[in-house]
């Protein structure tokens, strides 16, 4: 089964022959490989590049294991590069187990004719010493486990069904290779065991994975909830009955979210126009493994559309906060008092700016004025948005903000400028 890509075969396509590394990023297995070695290698033959021009190695094979040393592969590659005529792509996968190789793609770059494309699966690839290395010289292309309308463009059913099964399940290809419910929670299990925690535990040398494991417990448990280290280091000494260090906690979480499994959303001072520094909210870059950890408990609906909605408008390149907006009310003694109503998503690109609330239902008059009402008093004039599960097409309220099913707001990349 072949499942496109178009989010990041689009931003490939725009990168060629810009002189400059393509970084694709992501968790393991959704689908860096098949991207670049499937996708787009194919859009290359497609364009009349012969494959003697395309050099392909992934670094994660045991076949490839000798040329993670840079002096070997260093040599092998250019002989092979300088042996060829006219453009050439360099396509290398799980790039940062190759030593030295920000070194190695620096030198390739600079071979006339040559365009370097590369996978990897630790943020690391990207930390501060790597990029000033760059120098410019290198383009992320953050990628995810798949969208829901990539997930639907694969799934044989109708879009109410397909998004139960998503948000069950994840958006990890390797879901359809999996025919039952049992088979696919074997699958996420095995993956959230043997491939993510064991690279984390030994990329990081972390002595007690035990301890890991029950943050991500407590994490998983806690999705779209505010949050800090020293919280979660209270959580874990009630939940376990033994002390783990905020210092710790920290430390953990950087290792979670190097590996894209999580991602942090700060929280913005809508009004103050500032981050605020602690509490702030996780959301699972795959929810399949979130639920799996969770042994398919804890479901709780409103909870797992937020986590959708959320990754649905990283997906989309825009940078998403949580907002913040105090305003003054009066209390029931009539005395005045702050307090701070909350955005779910501020989301930026660009000179665009959203502000939208996921909202699973909105039974009562009440229910509706609470959503709506962190958004009135936000008095700027970008784009207000409320999503809620179900519900009738887009529209536009009495109030100016636009209201849309998930459905549509997940399955029309352009949901948010109806």
């Known amino acids: 089964m072949i499942i496109q890509r178009p989010r990041y075969m689009e931003k490939l396509i725009r990168g060629m022959g810009s002189g400059q590394v393509k970084i694709v990023t992501g968790v393991r297995r959704c689908g860096k490989s098949f991207l670049l070695f499937d996708l787009f290698k194919s859009h290359l033959v497609g364009q009349g590049v012969p494959e003697s021009n395309i050099f392909e190695m992934a670094f994660d094979r045991f076949s490839s294991r000798k040329y993670r040393d840079p002096e070997v592969f260093h040599?092998?590659?250019?002989?092979?590069?300088?042996?060829?005529?006219?453009?050439r792509y360099v396509l290398l996968d799980e790039v940062q187990l190759l030593g030295d190789f920000a070194e190695v793609l620096i030198d390739l770059i600079a071979m006339e004719g040559v365009d370097v494309y590369v996978t990897g699966s630790n943020a690391k690839l990207l930390s501060k010493d790597v990029v000033t290395e760059f120098r410019g010289r290198g383009q992320e292309i953050a990628m995810a486990p798949l969208s829901f309308s990539e997930f639907m463009s694969a799934y044989d059913g109708g879009k109410h069904d397909g998004?139960?099964?998503?948000?069950?399940?994840?958006?990890?290809?390797?879901?359809?290779?999996?025919e039952t419910p049992e088979e696919k929670a074997d699958y996420l299990n095995s993956l959230y065991?043997?491939?993510?925690?064991?690279?984390?535990?030994?990329?990081?040398?972390?002595?007690?994975?035990?301890?890991?494991?029950?943050?991500v417990d407590v994490l998983s448990s806690a999705i779209g909830s505010l949050t800090n280290a020293s919280k979660l280091a209270a959580t874990f000494k009630s939940r376990k009955g033994a002390r783990m260090a905020p210092e710790t906690v920290e430390c953990y979480l950087s290792f979670l979210e190097d590996s894209?499994?999580?991602?942090?959303?700060?929280?913005?001072?809508?009004?103050?126009?500032?981050?605020?520094?602690?509490?702030?909210?996780?959301?699972?870059?795959?929810?399949?493994?979130?639920?799996?950890?969770?042994?398919?408990?804890?479901?709780?609906?409103?909870?797992?559309?937020?986590?959708?909605?959320?990754?649905?408008?990283?997906?989309?390149?825009?940078?998403?906060d949580v907002g913040v907006v105090p305003v003054s009310t009066k209390d029931e003694d009539g005395k005045s008092q702050r307090v701070q109503l909350e955005i779910d998503f501020?989301?930026?690109?660009?000179?665009?700016?959203?502000?939208?609330?996921s909202a699973f239902a909105l039974p009562t008059s009440e229910k509706r004025d609470q959503e709506q009402r962190p958004l009135l008093k936000v008095d700027d004039g970008f784009k207000k948005v409320i999503v809620t599960k179900e519900g009738l097409e887009p529209h536009y309220n009495e109030n100016g903000i636009l209201m849309m099913n998930v459905y549509d707001f997940l399955l029309n990349q352009d949901s948010l400028d109806f």
């Open 260 to 320: 894209f499994l999580l991602r942090r959303a700060k929280r913005y001072d809508v009004k103050g126009r500032r981050y605020i520094s602690t509490p702030f909210k996780f959301y699972f870059a795959d929810l399949g493994l979130r639920n799996a950890r969770m042994n398919f408990r804890q479901m709780k609906e409103t909870h797992i559309m937020e986590n959708v909605v959320y990754n649905e408008l990283v997906g989309r390149g825009l940078g998403v």
């Open 193 to 215: 065991k043997e491939v993510y925690l064991r690279d984390i535990v030994e990329r990081n040398v972390v002595r007690d994975s035990g301890n890991l494991e029950e943050l």
């Open 75 to 87: 040599p092998y590659l250019t002989a092979r590069l300088e042996g060829a005529a006219g453009a």
């Open 163 to 178: 998004y139960q099964e998503y948000a069950t399940y994840g958006g990890l290809p390797g879901i359809f290779t999996r």
């Open 346 to 357: 501020v989301c930026n690109r660009g000179s665009k700016r959203y502000y939208v609330q």
